[in-house]
């Protein structure tokens, strides 16, 4: 069986985080605690801690948490941050940034951070130039492991209300097939699909620095589901 893993979620409350609190309901080999701002509506089934405090204070409820992996669903929109590039700064780079540290001082062994393709701390736009420069400075936080993912489109369920996201949303899954080659990491993704690469990559022992952009999201995912029907059939036998 595999290892129960710990993780602490940052970010619980956003498409991707609640995508991984759905996933992790009914496995027993991960433990999922949350650190959030505000009490979460929890999906049926689940079993887990939605520890509470402001962003200044995460730093004490991630060590509370004794994480292996910590998981940064982070992110806002430039609308939301009110238009303000110090705003949005705040988030998707510096509270992404403290909880990275924050997870070294509670011995992580592992940050997982969700970034978007196309980041680049060189980009003219704003969005991937700050997710860019989120991503070389992780690097210098000093976890063992950091496994940076670069999703395209996500396609789910939001909250808020984002018309050309959501056009964007029924027109991907007719683009994608087209998407090969170098273009294939611009490929669209379900947020359930990258929760569960979030869980496969929780389980990786190596230590470095990984990126992972569509094509190895789906090898992993592949890997991982070989490696269950592997496990399922000695079981079996």
């Not at 970034?115 to 704003?126: H, I, N």
């Not at 996500?154 to 899954?173: D, F, M, S, T």
């Not at 007719?174 to 979030?198: C, F, K, M, Q, V």
Request: aromatic share 4%.
């Amino acid at each position: 069986m595999s290892e129960r893993v710990r993780i602490c979620l940052v970010g619980a409350s956003g498409l991707v985080g609640s995508a991984l609190i759905r996933a992790c309901v009914g496995r027993a080999d991960v433990r999922l605690v949350a650190v959030a701002r505000r009490e979460l509506d929890l999906p049926p089934g689940a079993r887990m801690e939605v520890l509470l405090a402001d962003p200044e204070h995460w730093g004490d409820a991630i060590a509370a948490a004794r994480p292996h992996s910590v998981v940064s669903a982070l992110g806002t929109t430039w609308a939301r941050s009110g238009k303000d590039e110090a705003a949005f700064r705040a988030v998707d780079q510096d509270l992404v940034l403290a909880c990275a540290r924050w997870a070294v001082e509670a011995g992580a062994r592992q940050f997982i951070a969700i970034s978007s393709v196309g980041a680049d701390a060189a980009a003219r736009g704003l969005y991937l130039r700050v997710k860019g420069e989120m991503e070389d400075a992780l690097v210098k936080a000093g976890v063992p492991r950091l496994d940076i993912v670069r999703p395209g489109l996500l396609r789910g369920p939001r909250a808020e209300r984002r018309p050309l996201e959501r056009l964007g949303q029924i027109v991907a899954p007719l683009l994608d097939p087209l998407l090969g080659g170098n273009r294939a990491r611009y490929r669209s993704i379900r947020a359930e699909t990258l929760a569960e690469a979030i869980l496969a990559l929780a389980h990786e022992k190596a230590r470095g620095r990984f990126v992972h952009e569509w094509p190895a999201l789906d090898r992993l995912l592949k890997r991982q589901a070989f490696q269950a029907s592997i496990r399922q059939q000695m079981v079996t036998d």
